[in-house]
């Protein structure tokens, strides 16, 4: 036990006696000292794990991409992934091999200084080597330098680089998904059924689809590539910006086949705003109209950089010049959003704004029932024969 600690026991123990603590333990009986805990053990060193047999084969390979699949495969099996250490191509007057080795052999090289960046790595000097080389038949040869690796195996590949690489043909599939519009969660699951074992994560797809983008965007910057993408869509699009700068803070759009359905049935219009649609957190503002058979069509779309008044006032007035003939819209319905009730008698004075009658009821279903005690499993039918004001 260490001193210091007696010391420090012995003196609280003293200092509650001169309190006049009666609890306190006479000074001859043993004192409860905690003990301190013992220091860790050494790690146990790393399992020295043989693969010699595995990899001793007197095949000779037909080609390097076939004597490469074989110990690739081979060593997922076992639990490690293998990595080109070093190669030559055949260039003349040169003989053509393959060095491989462990995933984990070598050392860690730092690459980045910034300190907020967590440093890890599977890098544990694993000598484990195979040589290849290519014979005068035209054949590969495989011979096991070093069979042994210093540490353990794994079954799960998540996290080892190399091992969640897509192959080349799987990056082509991505990217013939992507072209058809398939999800990012649908490719994966593609990905997974074609080739069970693979490793690779949801990052790997995102990152083939963002080089793509960039691929398609060239030279121009996302808000060019927008407007270049509104233009060959045919869309008719509206945007403003801060004063002062370039940045853009509000944009309205359509399409030209909206725009035609809209001067057609233009009576009955509904308007709300959705959130989370976006990474930029802007609300979308939403305009429906509806046709003579009762059926939706889109408007418009917005994406406002806030829900005030001025700014659903620059979005009715988009609206409104799309319109041939001004008057022809007769009720706009909206929820109780003030701001836009507000807007909608400032740009469309003659028109009825009436409230949603989803939103009527969810107010109900949040308010009134709690307010009038009607208890939580009545039913919104039921409801209504209680509300008398509405
Ligand atoms: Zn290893």
Redesign the pocket.
């Known amino acids: 036990m260490d001193d210091s600690n007696t010391h420090k026991v012995d003196t609280e123990l003293g200092s509650m006696t001169e309190q006049g603590n009666v609890d306190a333990k006479p000074p001859d009986e043993p004192h409860n000292v905690v003990p301190l805990p013992l220091p860790h053990p050494p790690p146990p060193p790393p399992p020295t794990i043989d693969f010699r047999i595995q990899f001793t084969t007197a095949t000779k390979f037909d080609n390097r991409a076939q004597m490469l699949k074989w110990v690739s495969d081979l060593a997922r099996s076992l639990g490690?992934v293998t990595v080109i250490v070093k190669s030559d191509n055949e260039a003349i007057g040169r003989k053509g091999y393959v060095h491989i080795g462990?995933?984990?052999?070598g050392k860690y090289r730092e690459y980045c200084h910034r300190k907020s960046e967590q440093k890890m790595t599977l890098k544990c000097g694993?000598p484990?080597k195979l040589k290849s080389y290519l014979l005068s038949s035209g054949q590969w040869s495989l011979n096991v330098v070093n069979d042994e690796?210093?540490?353990e195996m794994t079954g799960d590949f998540q996290g080892h680089k190399y091992a969640q690489r897509l192959l080349p043909e799987e990056k082509e599939l991505v990217r013939e998904l992507t072209e058809n519009m398939a999800l990012p969660r649908n490719i994966m699951t593609t990905q997974k059924k074609r080739r069970p074992q693979t490793a690779t994560t949801m990052k790997h797809i995102y990152n083939i689809r963002c080089r793509m983008n960039m691929a398609i965007r060239g030279s121009r910057t996302k808000m060019q590539h927008l407007m270049k993408c509104m233009t060959e869509g045919k869309y008719l699009y509206n945007h403003r910006v801060i004063p002062g700068t370039e940045t853009m803070s509000d944009i309205f759009w359509a399409h030209l086949d909206s725009v035609k359905i809209f001067n057609t049935f233009p009576t009955v219009v509904m308007m709300d705003s959705t959130y989370k649609t976006n990474k930029y957190r802007l609300p979308l503002f939403e305009i429906v109209g509806s046709t003579s058979t009762g059926r939706t069509y889109p408007v418009g779309f917005a994406f406002l950089s806030q829900e005030k008044e001025d700014k659903f006032v620059w979005a009715l007035q988009s609206i409104r010049g799309m319109l041939l003939c001004q008057d022809d819209m007769k009720v706009i319905v909206t929820d109780r959003d003030q701001a836009l009730i507000n807007a909608v008698n400032i740009v469309f004075p003659k028109c009825t704004p009436l409230i949603c009658r989803y939103h009527i009821q969810m107010n109900i279903k949040a308010n009134f029932i709690k307010k009038a005690k009607l208890g939580r499993k009545l039913r919104i039918r039921t409801v209504w024969r209680h509300v008398k004001i509405l």
């Open positions: 490690f462990c995933q984990r052999g694993c484990f690796h210093k540490h």
